[in-house]
């Protein structure tokens, strides 16, 4: 896990990319964020660069290609999976159904969005001190 790496944040929800954005510059933190609107862009990234991101946020419900199916993506991609980057459901719902199916393909997390603006700078903050303690395997490649 790359601690120093870009913060991968997909949302297809503009309004919601400028919450987040001014957020993580409330936070202050050093990672840079870099945004994807669609499942696949996300993919031909993170399968076409050599940077390793440090956390990737993702809704479910998106056009294209969904969080559940990018996920089982990544997940069967033998170079990505090696990486351990901890992939997140951040999503405004948490239907049992997708909370089991994201499980079952080893997610790190599920979140529900809060609602107010205070509570998911607290969410936000939670999980970014989480992995930035948690211990990984270096990646080699």
């Not at 990319?17 to 933190?29: G, P, R, S, V």
Request: hydrophobic fraction near 35%; glycine fraction near 4%.
């Amino acid at each position: 896990m790359n601690k120093g790496g870009p913060i991968i944040i997909i949302e297809d929800d503009l309004d919601d990319q400028e919450i987040l954005t001014d957020i993580f510059k409330d936070l202050n933190y050093r990672n840079e964020i870099i945004f994807f609107a669609e499942g696949e862009k996300a993919l031909e990234y993170l399968t076409s660069t050599d940077i390793e991101p440090f956390i990737i946020f993702s809704d479910i419900n998106m056009p294209k290609l969904s969080g559940m199916e990018l996920r089982a993506k990544i997940h069967e991609n033998e170079d990505l999976r090696l990486k351990s980057i901890p992939y997140l459901f951040f999503s405004t719902s948490a239907e049992q159904k997708h909370v089991i199916d994201a499980y079952s393909k080893s997610i790190q997390g599920f979140f529900v969005k809060p609602s107010d603006y205070k509570e998911i700078k607290e969410t936000i903050k939670t999980i970014v001190s989480y992995w930035e303690t948690c211990v990984s395997p270096n990646y080699v490649k």
